[in-house]
């Protein structure tokens, strides 16, 4: 690879497709970013955690973020350039997560909302009634700076893994609507017009079968306040994303889909933003490459630049090499993705076999990111733990990607669910066999299918190596086809 | 292990070592900090960057580091309880690595004055002439608050590896002094009373070889101020050591040594902290475990403590096995270099088996150290990135560990350099051949001998690998040696 | 005045009352404050408004408020030396009021927590039932740590000086308690262990004298949390109290004297308070003129010490003329609550004369310390407004000094209305006519006759001067006769 | 005055004035603040100091000046609106003033570029050399982005009133240029591409008289630093400019004027900022009773809003005639200064007349600006403290006023000795009859001639009383021709 095209993610992305469909309009926007958006990240960064304006001087509750006000210029720029529109526009949502990785080269955090916001719009569009449809829908896909934002609010105080007893959130039917009341403990884009919630029905089950998914609007027809705002939270990163704890008291909801259905609806969110975490780490992993190679390429020790000293070019290039097997993996989890997001339960094949993939991906792209801002900094020396030059947000941005939608052990644990229950690795393995090394793929499946035969316990105890193995070869695999492909 | 005993520095030590003399006195300095110093640690860290007043409000230059008043009693507090003296007293090194292993268990970056103290003292001690000696020894093995502290200073702006290149700090002999014009650019501890600085005598060589090795007070004679601090570096961990930058102008300083052998002293300075930085790497390994583990103990999903789900189970068993080979490698480097630490130039072959061995533990133990803060994080959740409950500062700690007195590039080189030149590898096999499992050592040497015949480029460019599997394989069988020891 | 007795408060006040009874006990609280006190209220100010910690990592609600360990000490230390027992073992105010005096000249924010504590403490005394009161009057008279702290929580959201009509907190009684619902705005010492709070019983007159007086702990008989923290206010000064916004919800409460008569206890825990804010007020301008002092006699210009140059040698004079006066008046308010402060409706004349006295000193007193402040700062030129020296935090924690309690506005209003209904004027220049200079007495009586014989609106607008003109004379009339005593 | 007009700057001035040229332009200005520039104002102030990035990531010094991006847009507005240019291209100075009144309503901060730009442009104009004028005039005078900004610096630690003594500058002349060496305390605008400065030429007189002023450009021809920038001050306010210590190191340096003229060069430039000053005061006045009264207007109490309660009502009309005095008072300084801004030494009776004038107005507005500020505080009670508002950010920015360019002390002294040596009292008084109260002006004529009968000592000692009733009397007499000029 041509380390220099590591420099803009335009370039590498186009390398590694062999071809960008739309590729001006992409190059508008990373030029955006490079001219003014580079600047005002970093400002918003520096900042710290925004502000939540929660009265204004007259005490009257207002729940206000702010942000230095260039951010709302950052922020409405994705929106205007697709973040959400063009996914419905397209009848497909690759355009977006590739805007979504320009957007996370940049600035990871910002991308979250994009995220959310068309993590909304998606469960809006194909569970929502006409009414409530053709009320809301709309104000998500304007192309001007009215655009609505959206949210996805699951996790309380409790904990995000086990939804079914945490989410003590109760939901009341009212005539055509809902009333909610509880509280959401980890709120990302906090203060968005819209908001799909997990609730559960008053009386319904204590298990994730007793939720269902509700959509929040910000405000109530009389304009006041339909959710609050407790606080923000103080983040290490992904600042340009305010995350707050949201009380919802008597707060009116509509329900999307089938009340019994809600937690497959969940689901169907959480695999939308897992492969947005992937797309943004990669995109991290490849802005923290092509910085430390910026440094690397100007820091002279010993009469050379550091990146021509045989141990560190070593390292970029294994870097590189792992770059590039991230962003297979996860650009076949858009690809599948694609084919199956407008699905409704029951689901097809190719949707378990897309789960798989995305556990894959989200489980191993984050560790990547981590590990490659963790190598930036090492790259830059001490300047690396300076908050001055910002080498260290890298890492401070990356250490969210393990965490949000599902940390390892949740993706490993439901990835082994799926190959249990649905024999999705079969799926994968007959997916992969093309393009596979012969000799990997059999250990591969051997090492799988050893682990599904051990019982429960010792099986959880030993999954961890062989998914990380598995994301490996699928990884490495996927790498080879896309080599073949833009052949 | 019972993991109970992770949770107590001093316990964890005890259960290594099977005997730890002067325990009381250990006992009480980790109960100073439990009931008192974890509180002031926490909110020196919070507080950020300590400032600088550079002048008092007449305009005249003071240079004062202003932390909250609190600071000055924890840091107080390890110079009594012998983070200096007890080198002295015992003619052993091995209770002042032990109180900084009990220090940085609680706050790392505050065990690094402590070293740069010790790293003064020392060649003061070996080096200095007995007037200077005599004048400014004992003041840094007080007992009482007004002990002296030291540091020392190489690192200029070009960067900290090349020192035969960057160091333009320049030395002119005035009778029984030198004075010292130049700037050093990552001073840490600034404000200590005492320094040892790298300095070219105007005229010496453009190498390591036209370095030497001055002690610089803080004041002058007259009381004036003898070096100036530009500006304290905003850090983003270790916060409890005021880095700076400080310029010298006609400073008056002292040669240790013989002028021409600086680049040698220079180095003996950076082993004994090389060596405190691994026990650092490993107290902070055993405190993120630790805080991990009690986090897991009481989060329960699912019906049950988190860490009784077998995949984090297993986890935390892997944890503690890393943590254990982690302490016997840098156990093995404090007895060693105990055993060489008053040697001067020329040296023996235990000094350079002492010296492959710092490199190894240096390399490896920072990266454990970050790579188990990061998974603390990862095992607390959504609550492992907010600034609130602090589990993000030991990452945020860790990543110095690996940058300070030598990248992993510098380790990895310089390692390969005693290898080379020394055989350092060969004292190394030897040394560890009675506890080693046979296979391993023999797959290691070959690998080791492999990379030796390589050509100066490739052999560099593949040196890592190897140097990761040697230490690895060195701490591996140094943790049975400590185990068979304890028997 | 000896211009050197300016720098200490007990030298001062000792100065102007003459005799200074327990004056070594003072001695002992000024020179803790001199040794360790004074960096650790900086170090408190310049990490500006403390954290609340609103749940724990296991994401339970604790709303902790977290400063600096050694805030603790701090405030801890003023209790200890009777901040609150004083009160009722010697049954007089008066030497509460002067620890609150040294208090305020080093720390004013830090004498509210003593001030709200000493007006919860008063109305438990005298209006809680017996068993209220047994059960928690002793914890705040404590002279250990324990010591339990109390709080006056009045305002809400719409305001505070029209509580009539925004005090929304409703109580409902439930068996011996009532329970609160309703929010608190401006609630000074937040996290108390007991609040007295204004609350409206269900269905009583949407007026003051729906108003009713409660005795709200912080926590329950078993063990949860009985109010909640909101926030805490990002205020300018006065960080060593924690301000925040207190949310009740079923809160149970003990109600203090008759339910009708809420208004008047609430009314006589004011009266507490702001004799004790004329106190700080003078305090800090004796701390402004103090600094400024010190350093006018160290700054050089024009060849001497500017300290000795005519014009601001003139403005010292004139300032340390003021705080004579502002020390006159605020001590008369002093002895004149030590003869009320136990009185209950209705009350004597005494009672409504002190009320004026009360009104005068609150609203001169602070004005005074304000335009101090601010002189101070002047004094240092370029100094006084860097953040790094402090000096502009008199004029930030000054700025509290006239909004607290009730503003000049309200001071001048309430003192409007004790003269009209109670002729508290007439008292007034009885009390004073001995000691007044009787051109000063006949032009004062006839500007304020004048005044109240204007129709209301007129007489509303007209006010201010006649106040102003009314607390100088008063102030110059009780300076006399302090010096006259001290004879 | 109907008091809508206070809201807008330009509608004000225009009343003030009854008429405004070019109004147009100046509507463009404040509806850009209105719409842009007042949120980006405010995230300025939020964000504290700017940063001051010393070295590059490289090691490289840089002394880069750090704001949010938005800063630069926001202080290069100014300039394209004539800023600077407009005195060139008007050949009068009041539409850059008028200019500055508006920058001033929204920020007071960002005017002191503004005018410290326009101070090293008239002297550079006036006293430059051809060739030193050709090259750098017209940068200065660009109407796009790439204007160069201007500073001037004369304070050095040892304070900022005795210039005599503290300046320690030296310079010493090579060739066409001089080498200064020193350092420079309170450097406003440090990062100015031009700055002019006070130095001494190497063995002149230790008094003003040895003074010389410099022209001092960032960058050397070579494209090196010309400066340095040592830190930046943490002021409290106006934080729009940043304010810093600066390095002289072998500085190349341009003289401008005759070399023993300096201290005359100095003071024409104080006069400059000085009337800037006082139009930044009359600013601040108008916005912090613009804000009191929007609030007022909206909050209600005892059933009404407080603007309509008598007592709030009389201190708001108050408030508003001092405003009219104080922007009557500035702006005869204004028209003062542009019928002698291009004279030289020796100057003719006008230009002591206007100093004068100056100094009443540089001392009085500042004072009155303080004072409105507090008030605005006092009329939003509670929310007047609070940093979210922002309430307090017009007293912090006040407190600059009365210090910068000298303080009271200075303004009333300096102003003294222009009545002693140049009668310039007896050209006010003459300047004033036509439109003075009689009895008013008797009487203040007697009382000056009684202080400069008085002896030095007490002259100065008194001087205070005397130089405030000039300044009423003047402000009132001016406000009242303004008033008649409109008719």
Redesign the interface.
């Given at each position: 690879m041509d380390l220099e095209s590591l420099k803009s993610p335009t370039g590498f992305v186009k390398l590694m497709l062999g071809e960008l469909p739309d590729e001006a309009a992409f190059l508008d926007y990373e030029s955006w970013w490079e001219t003014?958006g580079k600047?005002?990240s970093n400002?918003i960064d520096q900042?710290g955690t925004p502000?939540l304006?929660?009265?204004d001087?007259?005490?009257?509750?207002v729940d206000e973020i702010l942000y230095?006000?260039?951010y709302w210029t950052m922020l409405k720029n994705g929106y205007r350039a697709g973040a959400v529109w063009s996914a419905f526009e397209n009848g497909s949502l690759a355009p977006a997560y590739l805007l979504g990785y320009l957007t996370a080269f940049y600035d990871t955090g910002l991308y979250c909302p994009y995220t959310v916001s068309l993590s909304t719009a998606i469960p809006l569009y194909k569970y929502g009634d006409d009414q409530v449809k053709e009320r809301f829908l709309p104000r998500m896909l304007r192309k001007d700076d009215s655009v609505w934002q959206g949210a996805t609010w699951m996790?309380?105080?409790?904990?995000?893994?086990?939804l079914g007893?945490f989410v003590e959130t109760i939901a009341d039917q009212v005539g055509d609507h809902w009333l909610l009341n509880g509280e959401k403990?980890?709120a990302s884009n906090a203060g968005a017009e819209l908001a799909v919630v997990a609730a559960r029905r008053r009386g319904a089950a204590p298990s994730v079968h007793g939720l269902s998914l509700f959509l929040l609007p910000r405000y109530r027809q009389d304009g006041s306040l339909n959710y609050f705002i407790?606080?923000l939270?103080?983040?290490?990163?992904t600042r340009s994303v305010p995350t707050g704890e949201v009380e919802l008291r008597d707060s009116q909801a509509y329900l999307l889909g089938k009340a019994e259905q809600g937690v497959y609806l969940i689901l169907e969110t959480l695999n939308i933003s897992r492969v947005a975490n992937s797309i943004g780490s990669v995109a991290l992993m490849q802005r923290a490459i092509a910085d430390a190679l910026s440094?690397a390429q100007?820091?002279?020790?010993?009469?050379k630049p550091v990146s021509e000293?045989?141990?560190?070019?070593?390292?970029i290039e294994e870097r590189v090499g792992l770059l590039e097997q991230a962003f297979a993996l996860t650009w076949e989890a858009v690809r599948l993705l694609d084919t199956v997001w407008q699905e409704t339960p029951r689901y097809s094949e190719s949707y378990h076999l897309f789960r798989l993939v995305a556990h894959l991906a989200k489980y191993w792209t984050a560790e990547q990111a981590?590990q490659t801002a963790?190598w930036a900094?090492?790259v830059?020396?001490?300047?690396?733990?300076?908050?001055?030059?910002g080498?260290?947000r890298w890492?401070r941005e990356a250490?969210?990607l393990?965490?949000?939608e599902g940390?390892?052990?949740r993706q490993?644990?439901d990835g082994l669910e799926a190959m249990q229950r649905k024999q999705a690795h079969e799926l994968l393995f007959r997916h992969l066999a093309a393009d596979a090394d012969p000799q990997a793929l059999e250990e591969t499946t051997a090492q799988v299918e050893a682990l599904l035969r051990l019982p429960e316990?010792?099986r959880?105890?030993?999954?961890?190596a062989v998914f990380r193995r598995l994301a490996v070869f699928s990884a490495e695999t996927l790498r080879s086809r896309l080599e073949k492909d833009r052949r």
């Amino acid at each position: 690879m041509d380390l220099e095209s590591l420099k803009s993610p335009t370039g590498f992305v186009k390398l590694m497709l062999g071809e960008l469909p739309d590729e001006a309009a992409f190059l508008d926007y990373e030029s955006w970013w490079e001219t003014e958006g580079k600047a005002i990240s970093n400002s918003i960064d520096q900042a710290g955690t925004p502000w939540l304006r929660m009265f204004d001087v007259f005490g009257k509750r207002v729940d206000e973020i702010l942000y230095p006000p260039a951010y709302w210029t950052m922020l409405k720029n994705g929106y205007r350039a697709g973040a959400v529109w063009s996914a419905f526009e397209n009848g497909s949502l690759a355009p977006a997560y590739l805007l979504g990785y320009l957007t996370a080269f940049y600035d990871t955090g910002l991308y979250c909302p994009y995220t959310v916001s068309l993590s909304t719009a998606i469960p809006l569009y194909k569970y929502g009634d006409d009414q409530v449809k053709e009320r809301f829908l709309p104000r998500m896909l304007r192309k001007d700076d009215s655009v609505w934002q959206g949210a996805t609010w699951m996790t309380e105080a409790g904990g995000g893994s086990d939804l079914g007893t945490f989410v003590e959130t109760i939901a009341d039917q009212v005539g055509d609507h809902w009333l909610l009341n509880g509280e959401k403990y980890f709120a990302s884009n906090a203060g968005a017009e819209l908001a799909v919630v997990a609730a559960r029905r008053r009386g319904a089950a204590p298990s994730v079968h007793g939720l269902s998914l509700f959509l929040l609007p910000r405000y109530r027809q009389d304009g006041s306040l339909n959710y609050f705002i407790r606080r923000l939270k103080d983040k290490i990163g992904t600042r340009s994303v305010p995350t707050g704890e949201v009380e919802l008291r008597d707060s009116q909801a509509y329900l999307l889909g089938k009340a019994e259905q809600g937690v497959y609806l969940i689901l169907e969110t959480l695999n939308i933003s897992r492969v947005a975490n992937s797309i943004g780490s990669v995109a991290l992993m490849q802005r923290a490459i092509a910085d430390a190679l910026s440094f690397a390429q100007q820091r002279i020790a010993f009469g050379k630049p550091v990146s021509e000293h045989p141990l560190l070019r070593r390292q970029i290039e294994e870097r590189v090499g792992l770059l590039e097997q991230a962003f297979a993996l996860t650009w076949e989890a858009v690809r599948l993705l694609d084919t199956v997001w407008q699905e409704t339960p029951r689901y097809s094949e190719s949707y378990h076999l897309f789960r798989l993939v995305a556990h894959l991906a989200k489980y191993w792209t984050a560790e990547q990111a981590v590990q490659t801002a963790k190598w930036a900094m090492e790259v830059h020396g001490g300047m690396g733990v300076l908050a001055e030059y910002g080498v260290e947000r890298w890492l401070r941005e990356a250490m969210i990607l393990p965490i949000w939608e599902g940390t390892p052990h949740r993706q490993i644990l439901d990835g082994l669910e799926a190959m249990q229950r649905k024999q999705a690795h079969e799926l994968l393995f007959r997916h992969l066999a093309a393009d596979a090394d012969p000799q990997a793929l059999e250990e591969t499946t051997a090492q799988v299918e050893a682990l599904l035969r051990l019982p429960e316990e010792e099986r959880e105890a030993q999954a961890e190596a062989v998914f990380r193995r598995l994301a490996v070869f699928s990884a490495e695999t996927l790498r080879s086809r896309l080599e073949k492909d833009r052949r």
